[in-house]
């Protein structure tokens, strides 16, 4: 079941902040964080693991609610370079370990001058 | 390293011809997958390999076949193209065999046209 984001799109001034929310219905095992840019591949952004560990860039930072199921990805001080659509990717906590990841439909961020 | 790479960038087939998309990776990976991407849906992943000799079905599977004979190589059959298969398709590779513990890296993508 595909993971619900928001907002579906925002528009930023450069300096300015954005928060994108990331919710499933169903116990998680670990969230990923892509940014795409028009016309090209999906780049890592964050993973966001069952029991509290991350690995991703030092100047992105993000949160994982895991009795909610829900994420969060916390842009600050925008910069032009961070347009693009941002896309959350899901894990279901099976039990047995997880292999598939399940994708929501993106979050097109727009910073303008 | 060449990372994860998909050949071809663009393909136009007809309704009914079968054809083979290329991935390869040159990182040792264990976890390789396909996704198909259509405007406003997101990624759905079609297939994916947690090792060589290993395959299973994703969230869209019908119509495509795949195969991991090797670590590097992970090909996407289409068995008899339809237009609903027009779409662009990333190729993606992650050190894991879970797939979902580490990042998981993207191919630049095949876009295909079924008319």
């Known amino acids: 079941q595909q993971p619900v984001q928001s907002p579906q799109a925002v528009i930023l001034r450069e300096g300015e902040d954005a928060v994108i929310n990331c919710s499933s219905s169903k116990a998680l095992y670990s969230v990923h964080w892509y940014r795409q840019k028009h016309g090209e591949a999906p780049v890592f952004l964050m993973i966001?693991?069952?029991?509290?560990e991350q690995k991703g860039h030092d100047k992105i930072s993000a949160s994982f609610n895991e009795k909610k199921q829900q994420s969060s990805l916390y842009l600050t001080a925008s910069q032009l370079s961070y347009s693009g659509t941002y896309f959350c990717g899901t894990a279901r906590d099976s039990g047995a370990g997880s292999y598939q990841l399940t994708f929501g439909k993106g979050t097109k961020l727009s910073v303008i001058p | 390293n060449a990372g994860v790479t998909q050949t071809p960038k663009f393909q136009v087939l007809k309704t009914g011809q079968s054809m083979t998309l290329q991935c390869a990776q040159d990182?040792?990976?264990?976890?390789m997958s396909w996704y198909r991407q259509d405007p406003g849906m997101g990624l759905r992943l079609i297939h994916y390999?947690?090792?060589?000799?290993?395959?299973d079905q994703g969230e869209v599977p019908n119509g495509y076949n795949v195969s991991r004979s090797t670590t590097e190589d992970f090909p996407l059959r289409l068995l008899s193209a339809a237009p609903s298969q027009t779409s662009v398709y990333f190729c993606?590779?992650?050190?894991?065999?879970?797939?979902?513990?580490?990042?998981?890296?993207f191919g630049p993508g095949t876009r295909l046209t079924v008319t």
């Open positions: 390999s947690v090792g060589a000799g290993i395959t």
């Open positions: 966001l693991l069952k029991g509290g």
């Open positions: 990182m040792n990976h264990e976890y």
């Open positions: 993606a590779s992650s050190y894991s065999g879970t797939g979902v513990s580490y990042e998981q890296y």
